[in-house]
């Protein structure tokens, strides 16, 4: 992330998980935009249904395209790092395609097709306090 940003390039976070907490999120990591799984709002009142497409599998393509399009940029232009399965029609469409820690599917297709696969650790697993410690890198 750090890199992203020292260089300039936008940060985009798509997430699956509700905005409500995804937000605070993405601010914290200097997101330039993000989109996530919004409720569904009619004259200012929940639905309770969710706004489609969803920001999961391949709705992400949708979001990923649209945002890219906002921000002038092509997906084979982008890097793109997840660490699930149900991301590959995103993955297969931009220009860096990483898995981070992945689900074991991700990992055998990121292997596969000669991705990069980075593994952290939580803090401790390698008798580090650091809450950041070094990715190893599989390939």
């Known amino acids: 992330m750090r ?3 020292a260089a300039g390039t ?3 976070l798509l997430s699956g998980g509700m905005d409500f907490l995804v937000a605070p ?3 914290a990591l200097g997101a330039t935009r993000w989109a996530s799984v919004e409720p569904e709002v009619e004259a200012g009142v929940l639905t309770g249904r ?3 497409p969803l920001c999961i599998d391949e709705g992400k393509v949708h979001w990923a395209s649209t945002v890219a399009r906002e921000l002038g940029v092509r997906l084979d232009e982008c890097t793109c ?3 699930d399965a149900g991301d590959l029609a995103l993955l297969e469409l931009v220009g860096e395609p990483v ?5 074991p599917r991700l990992r055998r297709e990121a292997l596969r097709r ?5 593994d952290f650790a939580a803090p401790g697993e390698r008798g580090e306090d650091s809450p950041f410690p070094e990715a190893t890198k599989e390939q």
């Open 50 to 52: 969710l706004r489609e």
């Open 99 to 103: 898995a981070v820690n992945p689900d």
């Open 3 to 5: 890199q992203h940003h």
């Open 114 to 118: 000669g991705w990069p696969v980075l």
């Open 10 to 12: 936008p940060v985009v």
């Open 81 to 83: 790092y997840t660490d």
């Open 25 to 27: 999120v993405a601010r």
